[in-house]
């Protein structure tokens, strides 16, 4: 078995912990509607892809944008949380964090 030095194991329990922890907490309004958009547009990507007929090249192609798109839309729009700030960093003070913004 290999010996896991300097605590790597840990560090990587506790990153997987705070992932897990941001798709469990609370998702904006707007980033609610954009996730449903975004499954909605890789959803018409799959049905280009896996339609029964024979599609020109160019609408497959779309397809497979359109589920990729779609795909990182929900995904990012799933792990944004109300805790984040701009940059996606806490810091105190103003929206700058240098406290002299509202």
């Known amino acids: 078995m290999q010996c896991f030095r300097g605590g790597k194991l840990e560090k990587k329990i506790k990153k997987m912990s705070e992932i897990m922890n941001r798709l ?22 799959t049905v280009l892809l896996t339609a029964p007929v024979a599609l020109p090249a160019a609408v497959v192609t779309l397809g497979g944008y359109l589920v990729t798109a779609g795909g990182v839309a929900t995904a990012v729009s799933q792990i944004t949380n109300i805790n984040d700030d701009a940059i996606g960093e806490k810091k105190e003070g103003g929206s700058d964090g240098d406290g002299n913004s509202p």
């Not at 469990?24 to 990507?45: C, E, H, Q, S």
């Open 24 to 45: 469990k907490a609370p998702t904006p309004k707007f980033f609610k509607v954009l996730r449903n958009i975004g499954l909605m547009v890789a959803g018409v990507g």
